[in-house]
């Protein structure tokens, strides 16, 4: 893990000198990282002199050409005085200024031996480092875009974080604590995920790619990618996929394709979707570089992105009742704060209980080995045959839209062998309880647009064939299906 903010090394030197100065870089980023604090010129209106501006220009170059390290350079206030701090990103493998290993600790900076190279490159081995807590050096909380900033940490709309410096301060230890930035300051790249205007700058593959495909694969008809912090990429593709790729109204503008929904069931809920995108840019692999990819067919939309739960998971433990176990724990744990998701792993729940409660098709996840996809069926007259043919995928084989979910295939064979049959509301009862078992039979019956007391028959009936169990009390307790 990064060292934390007490144990980051901070130098200070009056004054640059190439080769002691460079020493320093590389014992700070052999340490994990810090910054070198410089005395700065400036004159009495605050002006930076020529010196300290050229300075400025030259450091980060002579690191890198040196070190092959990116550090910032920047004009900060320290106790009073104006000083040029460098921010010394940690060093990815131990590195080394003119074949010597050097090692900052205590206020002095060590040559390393043999055997002390050795435990540093050792330590270096064991220490892994992920994705979203990676700084991005290139970047300032300058860069970031302080109404999302403020909006995270509560801090006032208009600060000017170039007078209020300890409203600056606080802020910046609101986003430490939250793991969207250093101890040395630099935004990380969940940070920079969730907090900058344009991330794919700095992270590759941080976008999403929309194409429309008409009833077939391969190129794209016409296609779109969608750009800004992760917030408002999910904003953006829900409204661009609903105004010009799943279009409601007649006739259809020019340029688009019209989406043929008579006597299908049409396009997927809006909020179904909204949550399907979510899932996909909250739990991305980022490291993978690609962007999450919406597939838009004649008959179906598909989601895709890089990354899936662990991969002991099937299909069936992600449809149930689990534990939450996210790609990127620091993003979304920010994104709980911002009050978008609850945290509870209900995400494929309530994508599901949005289809049903809106009479579209149950969606159809799909696991593969670095992947997850969910598609949701827009045509009741067509057949489900792109992508679904790997191992841990629903069926492999192409599946009628008409097709009933699984627990209501295992119900109608119950109710077979007991010489009994189910009814359609028994059906649909059953399958709501699938998705969320602790629905009550007023919220049910309202979604099916049916009697309480049709539905209270149903839960007996399903309850006498063993389909489904009381856990709990009738208050606080929740039904299981078997």
Same mark, same amino acid.
């Given at each position: 893990?990064?060292?934390?903010?007490?144990?980051?090394?901070?130098?200070?030197?009056?004054?640059?000198?190439?080769?002691?100065?460079?020493?320093?870089?590389?014992?700070?980023?052999?340490?994990?990282?810090?910054?070198?604090?410089?005395?700065?010129?400036?004159?009495?209106?605050?002006?930076?002199?020529?010196?300290?501006?050229?300075?400025?220009?030259?450091?980060?170059?002579?690191?890198?050409?040196?070190?092959?390290?990116?550090?910032?350079?920047?004009?900060?206030?320290?106790?009073?005085?104006?000083?040029?701090?460098?921010?010394?990103?940690?060093?990815?493998?131990?590195?080394?200024?003119?074949?010597?290993?050097?090692?900052?600790?205590?206020?002095?900076?060590?040559?390393?031996?043999?055997?002390?190279?050795?435990?540093?490159?050792?330590?270096?081995?064991?220490?892994?480092?992920?994705?979203?807590?990676?700084?991005?050096?290139?970047?300032?909380?300058?860069?970031?875009?302080?109404?999302?900033?403020?909006?995270?940490?509560?801090?006032?709309?208009?600060?000017?974080?170039?007078?209020?410096?300890?409203?600056?301060?606080?802020?910046?230890?609101?986003?430490?604590?939250?793991?969207?930035?250093?101890?040395?300051?630099?935004?990380?790249?969940?940070?920079?995920?969730?907090?900058?205007?344009?991330?794919?700058?700095?992270?590759?593959?941080?976008?999403?790619?929309?194409?429309?495909?008409?009833?077939?694969?391969?190129?794209?008809?016409?296609?779109?990618?969608?750009?800004?912090?992760?917030?408002?990429?999910?904003?953006? +593709?829900?409204?661009?996929?609903?105004?010009?790729?799943?279009?409601?109204?007649?006739?259809?503008?020019?340029?688009?394709?019209?989406?043929?929904?008579?006597?299908?069931?049409?396009?997927?809920?809006?909020?179904?979707?909204?949550?399907?995108?979510?899932?996909?840019?909250?739990?991305?692999?980022?490291?993978?570089?690609?962007?999450?990819?919406?597939?838009?067919?004649?008959?179906?939309?598909?989601?895709?992105?890089?990354?899936?739960?662990?991969?002991?998971? +099937?299909?069936?433990?992600?449809?149930?009742?689990?534990?939450?176990?996210?790609?990127?724990?620091?993003?979304?744990?920010?994104?709980?704060?911002?009050?978008?998701?609850?945290?509870?792993?209900?995400?494929?729940?309530?994508?599901?209980?949005?289809?049903?409660?809106?009479?579209?098709?149950?969606?159809?996840?799909?696991?593969?080995?670095?992947?997850?996809?969910?598609?949701?069926?827009?045509?009741?007259?067509?057949?489900?045959? $792109?992508?679904?043919?790997?191992?841990?995928?629903?069926? $492999?084989?192409?599946?009628?839209?008409?097709?009933?979910?699984?627990?209501?295939? +295992?119900?109608?064979?119950?109710?077979?062998?007991?010489?009994?049959?189910?009814?359609?509301?028994?059906?649909?009862?059953?399958?709501?309880?699938?998705?969320?078992?602790?629905? +009550?039979?007023?919220?049910?019956?309202?979604?099916?647009?049916?009697?309480?007391?049709?539905?209270?028959?149903?839960?007996?009936?399903?309850?006498?064939?063993?389909?489904?169990?009381?856990?709990?009390?009738?208050?606080?307790?929740?039904?299981?299906?078997?």
């Amino acid at each position: 893990m990064l060292p934390s903010e007490s144990s980051l090394p901070i130098a200070r030197r009056a004054t640059w000198r190439d080769t002691e100065c460079l020493e320093l870089v590389c014992g700070i980023a052999n340490a994990g990282g810090g910054r070198l604090i410089l005395d700065a010129d400036v004159d009495s209106r605050g002006a930076v002199k020529r010196r300290t501006s050229r300075l400025m220009k030259t450091i980060p170059g002579l690191i890198a050409q040196s070190l092959n390290l990116t550090c910032a350079v920047e004009l900060v206030l320290d106790s009073g005085r104006f000083c040029l701090e460098v921010v010394i990103p940690p060093a990815n493998d131990p590195i080394s200024f003119r074949g010597i290993f050097f090692f900052y600790k205590d206020g002095e900076n060590h040559i390393l031996d043999d055997e002390a190279l050795d435990r540093l490159m050792q330590r270096d081995m064991e220490v892994d480092v992920k994705w979203e807590q990676r700084p991005v050096v290139q970047a300032s909380l300058d860069d970031l875009n302080m109404g999302l900033v403020t909006r995270f940490t509560g801090a006032a709309r208009d600060t000017d974080l170039t007078v209020d410096l300890d409203e600056a301060s606080a802020i910046e230890q609101t986003l430490r604590h939250a793991g969207l930035m250093t101890g040395v300051g630099t935004p990380t790249n969940a940070g920079i995920l969730l907090l900058h205007n344009r991330p794919h700058q700095y992270i590759p593959g941080a976008t999403v790619r929309i194409g429309f495909f008409g009833s077939h694969g391969g190129t794209p008809i016409y296609e779109d990618e969608v750009f800004g912090s992760l917030i408002e990429q999910v904003h953006s +593709t829900v409204e661009l996929l609903f105004e010009k790729y799943l279009p409601e109204e007649e006739p259809a503008p020019h340029g688009t394709y019209r989406l043929g929904t008579a006597g299908g069931h049409g396009r997927p809920p809006r909020d179904a979707v909204h949550e399907a995108v979510l899932n996909a840019l909250a739990h991305k692999n980022y490291d993978s570089g690609a962007p999450v990819q919406v597939s838009v067919f004649t008959d179906r939309l598909c989601i895709d992105n890089v990354g899936r739960p662990p991969r002991t998971w +099937t299909v069936g433990a992600l449809l149930g009742r689990h534990t939450s176990r996210p790609n990127n724990p620091n993003l979304v744990a920010a994104l709980r704060s911002l009050g978008i998701i609850d945290g509870w792993s209900n995400g494929v729940s309530r994508i599901r209980m949005s289809c049903m409660e809106a009479g579209t098709p149950e969606p159809i996840f799909e696991l593969r080995d670095d992947e997850t996809m969910v598609c949701f069926p827009m045509d009741s007259d067509s057949l489900l045959t $792109a992508s679904i043919t790997h191992a841990n995928a629903i069926s $492999a084989a192409p599946v009628a839209r008409a097709d009933l979910p699984e627990v209501q295939q +295992t119900a109608r064979a119950r109710a077979t062998q007991q010489d009994t049959s189910l009814t359609l509301n028994d059906e649909k009862v059953l399958a709501m309880l699938d998705i969320d078992g602790r629905l +009550t039979a007023p919220r049910i019956a309202k979604n099916l647009n049916i009697s309480e007391s049709t539905v209270r028959r149903s839960f007996r009936r399903l309850r006498d064939l063993g389909l489904i169990a009381r856990i709990g009390s009738d208050k606080s307790g929740f039904w299981q299906v078997q």
